[in-house]
């Protein structure tokens, strides 16, 4: 298992997602500043956030319940980038990156949850004290 959540690459896209939505985010109207705009980037950094979190937890069982959380804040992201679609707030080009960036997140999310269920080397690994 990875020594820091810093060396998990489901960690580090995760962050540059949170980066992304920043940055994506920024034009949204004045009036989405506590609305939309801060739904979405706290979701973001709640993905990241969770599984930095899990990793640092002391067994696989707490692992694996931050990175449900972390996948519960992805859908939340998911359901708010559709509004931000639906309203016009984002357009289709930086919708489209955004998406195939979460959907890589989220790939690697349910592939480190599925590790962390089956027993087998990854599995063996994280229950060593």
Same mark, same amino acid.
């Given at each position: 298992m990875a020594r820091s959540y810093r060396d998990l690459v489901?960690? %580090?896209k995760a962050k540059a997602l949170a980066v992304r939505i920043y940055r994506e985010t920024e034009p949204f109207p004045k009036s989405e500043t506590y609305g /939309?705009? @801060?739904?979405?980037r706290r979701a973001a950094v709640s993905v990241a956030s969770n599984i930095a979190e899990g990793q640092g937890r002391l067994t696989p069982g707490e $692992? %694996?319940? $931050? /990175?449900?959380? @972390?996948r519960g804040s992805w859908l939340e992201l998911s359901t708010q980038l559709a509004i931000a679609c639906d309203s016009d =707030? /984002? =357009?289709?080009?930086p919708i489209r990156h955004v998406e195939s960036e979460a959907y890589q997140v989220l790939g690697l999310l349910n592939r480190l949850l599925d590790s962390l269920r089956t027993p087998g080397p990854l599995a063996i690994r994280t229950l060593k004290p």
């Amino acid at each position: 298992m990875a020594r820091s959540y810093r060396d998990l690459v489901v960690w %580090q896209k995760a962050k540059a997602l949170a980066v992304r939505i920043y940055r994506e985010t920024e034009p949204f109207p004045k009036s989405e500043t506590y609305g /939309l705009r @801060s739904q979405m980037r706290r979701a973001a950094v709640s993905v990241a956030s969770n599984i930095a979190e899990g990793q640092g937890r002391l067994t696989p069982g707490e $692992f %694996q319940q $931050f /990175l449900r959380h @972390s996948r519960g804040s992805w859908l939340e992201l998911s359901t708010q980038l559709a509004i931000a679609c639906d309203s016009d =707030t /984002l =357009t289709e080009k930086p919708i489209r990156h955004v998406e195939s960036e979460a959907y890589q997140v989220l790939g690697l999310l349910n592939r480190l949850l599925d590790s962390l269920r089956t027993p087998g080397p990854l599995a063996i690994r994280t229950l060593k004290p």
